[in-house]
């Protein structure tokens, strides 16, 4: 059993849910905030920031919880992550930068221990090999999501590092950043949105870097496995 699953409990008749399901809530949040909360941004006239921001949030304490099975871990993420949810209701409230600034930075460490967690899940898998696309894929969609998050961070630290952003009725970057994030990740680069200061070009670059790494070294873990998987069959 991986390391990283391994329970006190090893007698229990009844499997704990994170021994194995580890990436299923972290990849459910983050489609549900992918897919679903710039929809719900473009369609709905009520403020949803902080709904949409609880929301993930939970999905992301539930995904915490079921990589790591870590209490340490689930009680500073969930500081983290109240501390950033209470931030961005105070931003919208008093339309005060500061908590602006507070409520992103938090939310970016949260989301960094998450990557933290799921990264070394991943590289301890060794027996569920679904579970480990699951997670590596969970670890992608992480990092667009953190990079949207500095970038966010940047453009309220300087004003104008971006071309093509508008803030949305809550005031925020977000989900442009999150858009433009991905298609950096992606290296896809339709040209919409665009670096317009040097610090801001220096993390999109790092970005496109980053993201064509990760999938050069997955795809190559994964043939890599497959291919001892497939020596170890013949051997047999």
Known sequence: MPP???????????????????????????????????????????????VTSISFVIMLLLGVWSIKGSRRALWLGAIMA???????????????????????????????????????????????????ILGAGCVYLLLGVLWALLYGLIEIAIPGSFNGVTLDHEGSH?????????????????????PAKDVARVFVYIEAIVGQFYLAVLVAGLVGSYLADKATRSQD
């Open 174 to 194: 977000f989900n442009d950043l999150l858009y433009f994030s991905f298609v950096t990740l992606t290296t896809l680069g339709y040209g919409d949105i665009t």
């Open 4 to 50: 990283f699953i391994k329970s006190s409990h090893r007698n229990s008749d009844m499997p704990r849910l994170h021994e194995h399901n580890n990436f299923i809530f972290l990849l459910s949040g983050l489609l549900v905030v992918i897919l679903l909360g710039p929809l719900v941004h473009a369609f709905s006239p009520m403020q949803l920031d902080t």
């Open 82 to 132: 109240v501390a950033g949810i209470i931030s961005n209701m105070l931003a919208i409230k008093t339309g005060e930068v500061e908590y602006r600034i507070l409520g992103l930075a938090t939310l970016f460490l949260f989301l960094l221990q998450t990557i933290v967690l799921a990264a070394r899940a991943v590289l301890a898998e060794k027996i569920n090999r679904s579970n480990g």
